[in-house]
């Protein structure tokens, strides 16, 4: 190793905490230091082992065998005080050392595996079919329910996030379960739109009578809340309904295309053993 990859001692702390899989506020709070004097230190040891990442960080140091080797890449040969500071450490056992890489391990396989599904196109599909549901209702709206285009516009990015986080649901979900494509989409297109036409009815038998119940109780002063607030409200009311209906009628039909799919495995393997 070069002199470029000697870390000080502070950097070390942060590397040992780091491959325990502590979060950089976890390892502020450990050191007693802020988060972003720990993503400081994080750049200087990107730059240090030419990485970009925490990954790839982890990775090159798992290629030393054994924590004294990685030791000897941290200590500084600058400050001498630092050096005596790092031989009063009490040195490690070297299962800790393991455990802890392991851990580190481990959660660099969660966070590839998580995003292997981000970029799968399982995911991609729930969120277009959610989109399209979404703004099929818009158009609907819009003729049917004589709604301007100025009324729509303010709410039209948290609708195009409410979607995405539906259809993200949906296609995660059917990437889990082992789902096709055909039918992720049929699902986040279902659900969406069903969620979209039953939000108004739930609002009027759930959200209306617990707003009523609220003023009673006192909980609320209508008369203190403008029309505008009121209006957001209902509208904020709606869209978490339909994000709550949306991912729940898109998930269960998934499973319920999953459960006939193994019925007919069964029933299709059931003449086989017969014949035989």
Do not use: C
Not at 114 to 131: D, W
Not at 223 to 246: C, F, K, Q, R
């Amino acid at each position: 190793m070069t002199q470029n990859n000697r870390l000080s001692n502070r950097e070390w702390e942060v590397v040992e905490l780091l491959l325990q899989g502590k979060s950089n506020k976890l390892i502020a709070g450990a050191l007693g230091i802020s988060v972003r004097t720990v993503e400081f230190h994080l750049k200087n040891i990107y730059t240090k082992f030419q990485v970009s990442s925490r990954v790839e960080l982890i990775l090159i140091l798992g290629n030393a065998t054994g924590k004294a080797e990685i030791k000897e890449l941290g200590s500084s040969t600058v400050d001498s005080s630092v050096k005596s500071a790092e031989n009063k450490d009490t040195p490690k056992p070297r299962k800790d050392w393991a455990a802890s890489f392991r851990d580190a391990i481990s959660i660099i396989g969660k966070e590839l595996q998580m995003k292997n599904l981000l970029n799968s196109k399982h995911v991609l599909t729930g969120v277009i079919a959610a989109l399209m549901a979404g703004f099929l209702w818009v158009a609907l709206l819009r003729r049917f329910g004589h709604v301007s285009l100025e009324a729509i516009l303010p709410w039209l990015p948290p609708l195009i996030v409410l979607l995405a986080i539906i259809g993200f649901s949906v296609g995660l979900t059917g990437k889990r379960n082992g789902n096709s494509l055909l039918n992720i989409f049929f699902s986040a297109l279902i659900g969406t739109g069903l969620g979209s036409f039953v939000m108004l009815p739930l609002v009027a038998i759930v959200v209306y009578p617990l707003a009523k119940l609220a003023e009673w109780l006192g909980l609320v002063n209508r008369a203190a809340i403008s029309n505008d607030i009121a209006s957001a409200l209902l509208y904020v009311a709606m869209m978490v309904i339909w994000l709550i209906v949306g991912t729940a009628v898109g998930a269960m039909l998934l499973f319920i295309t999953v459960k006939r799919q193994k019925q007919a495995d069964i029933q299709g393997h059931v003449p086989e053993h017969g014949l035989q």
